[in-house]
């Protein structure tokens, strides 16, 4: 398919600056948090594919943004594991006990029919681009380090010092971790990609607690390997991370179509490191949100501006909405997008 | 008093580059976990002056490092203060609970006589001092934006978003609160200074969240002021932060004699930003004190030679020790960098 937002990603720059947002089919919707009391748990919603379905078109219908994303988790393909039991708290995140030891990879994290366990996320790409064949649809899956990570930490972290450790005392079984992490990403990936995904992010949300050096040492081959792999299926993919200001070196030898920074660099910095024939993403931090419209407008047009220095440049947030955030002002915010001009 | 730290810290290369660490007087010694248990709450161990100097004494002692920092924590400014309640929790972190609204910053953070309320640490430096003249020792206290966020969010956060939308909703009492906290931190670094420490660290753990256009517009100036204060009592001041690796260019601007930063950005790439003619610090992961030697001595080795690219470097780590780390690692680790011969 064609739309302003693939053909961005492709690198052909349109009239305007497509635009999405992370979370954006989240609490900060009341629309959402109505469909969310009515089904209890989170991961019954992500399986329940009407549900699913309609709360991904939410904010095209809602917002107006350029791209659907799949309603999902990055936790999703870890839930057919018997080695582990995954669950989200509300306000806290991931909490996953391990009934398996991290030392027998193999066993932790056993392969599994794709198909059969997560039939249900074919399933709700298929009922999406059939309802609505004209939005280009994302999907998406965590990057081996940040998967891993929620693993070994039994969830989020603040310094993420335990997969750190592992990382550094027991580098082999490190990487094996992150091998059949991306044995079972890929095959997510692909199914996702044959039911219909028009575009893929990988998300690195924890990368950021890496030096240079060992971002390129322990994690980048891995996650190039996924991101290759992905790429292999036609759809063009876009690497997420956040902190990795100091990475992006390492960052720049992905064979990503597009790169998604946060706000903690100045969007040109960043082209600069990556070069001008690479399609950037971002960079707003989410929390601007709450600025006055006239300085939020401000800011999203010096982004804009910053963005005109990349191959092309698709507007989105460092990272997710936060759930305190005034809808309106996000729509608002889309229009600001889409009538800038440079 | 002159020691190879201070000569390094006002820019003259000696023989060998001086090191200490962040939280080297902490939980992964022993002999103070020992001395924490004898007193119990970390406060009162604060408020101990006879014990506050043993501990602050410890790593200069046991590891060979070559500066102490004053065993205190960045909360203790907020002790005096009635309108509100702190307290750390053991594992958690700080929690802060208000007794004033936010936006009332002179009941908030009222004046108090700083002699009066804290000269518990004016008594630990001179102590200090007395029973060690030679060992340079390091005072310190937090950054506005640091101290600021503990208050706003009530202890840490992983987003700091509420500390975030006040700025961004609020700009006018956020300047106010910045303003108000520096003033009360300048009254605590100079007693600080007048009882004896030789040099200042200025703790801004959390500014990493910022974009470097908000670290310019909100945090800068009122930072800028408290070094500048601190620097005009004649100690050298060192400026810290973590994950700022986008905002070094703002950075740089501060009149601090050293900038720390952390293992998020290559030593060399942050001494390109911030010029050859400033001391560096850094900037090791503490996570990387579990390599096996022959890759930490490697790895401490290559940021000792991007180091020789500054004016002067101090080693140190990127933050604070972890509790479960080994002080015969952290010992090993001060004489590598003490042999080190670029």
Excluded at 203 to 210: E, K, N, P, Q
Aim: proline share 6%.
């Amino acid at each position: 398919m064609s739309s302003l937002f693939l053909d961005t990603l492709r690198g052909r720059r349109g009239g305007r600056v497509p635009v999405w947002f992370m979370r954006q089919a989240g609490r900060f919707l009341p629309e959402y948090r109505r469909i969310r009391e009515r089904v209890g748990d989170f991961f019954e919603l992500c399986r329940n594919v009407e549900l699913a379905v309609e709360v991904t078109y939410l904010p095209v219908r809602l917002l107006e943004v350029d791209a659907a994303i799949l309603f999902s988790d990055l936790l999703v393909p870890l839930l057919p594991l018997r080695s582990m039991e995954v669950n989200l708290k509300e306000g806290v995140g991931p909490l996953i006990e391990l009934k398996e030891p991290l030392d027998s990879p193999k066993k932790l994290l056993h392969s599994y029919c794709v198909e059969e366990e997560l039939g249900f996320v074919g399933a709700i790409v298929r009922g999406f681009k059939r309802e609505h064949p004209d939005v280009p649809l994302i999907g998406f899956c965590g990057a081996p380090f940040t998967l891993l990570s929620y693993i070994v930490e039994g969830g989020s972290s603040k310094s993420y010092h335990r997969t750190k450790r592992l990382m550094f005392e027991r580098p082999s079984l490190f990487r094996d971790l992150c091998d059949r992490l991306v044995d079972l990403l890929v095959d997510y990936a692909v199914m996702q990609v044959s039911s219909g995904v028009d575009a893929f992010q990988v998300f690195d949300s924890w990368a950021g607690v890496l030096s240079p050096s060992d971002y390129r040492s322990f994690i980048f081959e891995p996650t190039r390997v996924l991101i290759e792999k992905i790429k292999a299926t036609g759809v063009p993919v876009i690497y997420f991370s956040t902190g990795t200001c100091g990475c992006l070196k390492v960052i720049r030898d992905y064979p990503a179509d597009a790169v998604s920074v946060d706000w903690r660099v100045e969007l040109a910095d960043a082209i600069d490191v990556l070069g001008s024939h690479r399609v950037i993403q971002g960079n707003l931090d989410p929390s601007a949100l709450f600025m006055p419209r006239e300085r939020l407008k401000e800011r999203a047009e010096g982004i804009l501006l910053q963005g005109t220095r990349a191959k092309a440049h698709v507007f989105n947030l460092g990272h997710g909405i936060f759930p305190d955030t005034d809808p309106d002002r996000v729509r608002w915010l889309v229009e600001v997008v889409h009538h800038f001009t440079p």
